[in-house]
C-alpha cells in the first residue's frame, strides 16, 4: 500500500514539475539591446495567457495551441473555441471554423526572420521581425536590418506560440 502511495506522489512530482520545465514568460522590450519592460504573456501548457504584473502572474487564457493550430478560448475554462492560427510549412496562416481551416497568409518564415506575407502563396509584403537569442526586433526595409526590440522571451516557447503573439504587435 505505501509503495503504490509513494509511487503516486512520485508520478504526481514528475508530471507537476515537467509542466513547471515549459513554462516561458514573454515581456515587452524596448531599445536596440532589448532593455527588458514588464510582462505581457505567459506561455505554459500548450495555452497562452495575458501576464498580471511585472513578474508574470497567470492571468486570462487568451489561445490554446497545439503541433500545427492554434485556437481561440471560447469561455473563461479556457474550453477550445474557433481556430485561430494554422502553421503550413513555413506559411502562418489565419484559421477559420472549429476545425482551423487554411485563410489568408500572415507571415512566413526565412530563417531567423519572419516576413510579413499575403494570398494563398505567402508572398512577402513587407518588413516583420527578426528574431536573435531569445529576442524579437522589428525588421525595416528590404533586407529586414533589425530595429529597436519589441519582446523578449525568457524560457523556450514553441514557434506557434510566438509567431501567434507576433501578430498581437
Not at 70 to 93: C, E, N, P, R, S
Request: proline residues 4%.
Amino acid at each position: 500500500m505505501n509503495t503504490h502511495l509513494l509511487l503516486a506522489t512520485l508520478a504526481i512530482a514528475l508530471q507537476a514539475s515537467a509542466v513547471m520545465a515549459q513554462r516561458a514568460i514573454v515581456r515587452f522590450a524596448y531599445g536596440p539591446f532589448g532593455t527588458p519592460g514588464d510582462a505581457a504573456y505567459v506561455v505554459e501548457g500548450g495555452r497562452i495567457y495575458r501576464a498580471c504584473g511585472p513578474f508574470g502572474e497567470r492571468g486570462t487564457c487568451l489561445w490554446l495551441f497545439a503541433e500545427d493550430k492554434v485556437f481561440h478560448v471560447a469561455d473563461g475554462f479556457g474550453t477550445k473555441g474557433a481556430g485561430a492560427f494554422l502553421m503550413d510549412g513555413k506559411g502562418f496562416h489565419r484559421a477559420e471554423g472549429a476545425f482551423a481551416n487554411k485563410g489568408s497568409c500572415l507571415f512566413s518564415l526565412e530563417g531567423n526572420k519572419v516576413v510579413r506575407s499575403e494570398g494563398p502563396f505567402c508572398t512577402p509584403t513587407g518588413s516583420g521581425f527578426v528574431l536573435e537569442q531569445g529576442l524579437v526586433f522589428r525588421g525595416e526595409g528590404p533586407f529586414m536590418n533589425k530595429s529597436d526590440a519589441v519582446l523578449r522571451v525568457d524560457g523556450e516557447i514553441p514557434m506557434i506560440a510566438l509567431l501567434t503573439l507576433l501578430v498581437a504587435q
